[in-house]
T-cell receptor, first 111, second 114 residues
Framework: DVKVTQSSRYLVKRTGEKVFLECVQD?????MFWYRQDPGLGLRLIYF???????EKGDIPEGYSVSREKKERFSLILESASTNQTSMYLC??????????FGSGTRLTVV | DQQVKQNSPSLSVQEGRISILNCDYT??????FLWYKKYPAEGPTFLIS?????DKNEDGRFTVFLNKSAKHLSLHIVPSQPGDSAVYFC?????????????FGQGTRLTINP
């Protein structure tokens, strides 16, 4: 089974800081995703990537960017963190089938 | 525009009884549906799924029902156990740019009372 690792479980950042959230998978899966989870809103797709250097906007890409230089690593970047980006961030990957494998999540607090 | 909706934010059920979680969707292009379970401070884990060509799928204590005409699916857990207490997300799948894209509902927090 694939393992998805998110580098930080908890992060506290200041408003205006540039923030990097890292995600690594160990099975060479092509498709990787970044979601954020907020109470009452469920999981909302920020960005996804279906190959190295390829990226597609999800439903809420504003204020975020991504980087995928290697197949196993997909980074989410908050260019200038704001308090409304305080959330749980979840990375996922899939080989192309129907099931996603998620990481444990990063809880980001922007103060 | 919420394409997948879980209208019950929370549900409380007695241990041993049946838990029924509901989900509605609006996009008729969805071809596969999944349920994920999430504990606090962990990522969601896959629970059970159903193809749009079926109306029922069963796996142990978990059964998912799909009513395509009503655009409605439900997850039945019987008997409910304390370890089932978690947030449950319904998800629907559509292919977009060659990748399977999942659209999630808002989640339902299930609490099983001893």
């Amino acid at each position: 089974d694939v393992k998805v690792t998110q580098s930080s479980r908890y992060l506290v950042k200041r408003t205006g800081e540039k923030v990097f959230l890292e995600c690594v998978q160990d099975m060479d899966h092509e498709n990787m995703f970044w979601y954020r989870q907020d109470p009452g809103l469920g999981l909302r797709l920020i960005y996804f990537s279906y190959d190295v250097k390829m990226k597609e906007k999800g439903d809420i890409p504003e204020g975020y960017s991504v980087s995928r230089e290697k197949k196993e690593r997909f980074s989410l970047i908050l260019e200038s963190a704001s308090t409304n980006q305080t959330s749980m961030y979840l990375c996922a990957c899939t080989e192309g089938g129907y099931g996603y494998t998620f990481g444990s999540g990063t809880r980001l607090t922007v103060v | 525009d919420q394409q997948v909706k879980q209208n019950s934010p929370s549900l409380s059920v007695q241990e041993g009884r049946i838990s029924i979680l509901n989900c509605d969707y609006t996009n008729s292009m969805f071809d596969y549906f999944l349920w994920y379970k999430k504990y606090p401070a962990e990522g969601p884990t896959f629970l059970i799924s159903i193809s749009s060509i079926k109306d029922k799928n069963e796996d142990g204590r978990f059964t998912v029902f799909l009513n395509k005409s009503a655009k409605h699916l439900s997850l039945h857990i019987v008997p409910s156990q304390p370890g089932d207490s978690a947030v449950y997300f319904c998800a629907a799948s559509a292919i977009w740019r060659g990748a399977q894209k999942l659209v999630f509902g808002q989640g339902t927090r299930l609490t099983i009372n001893p």
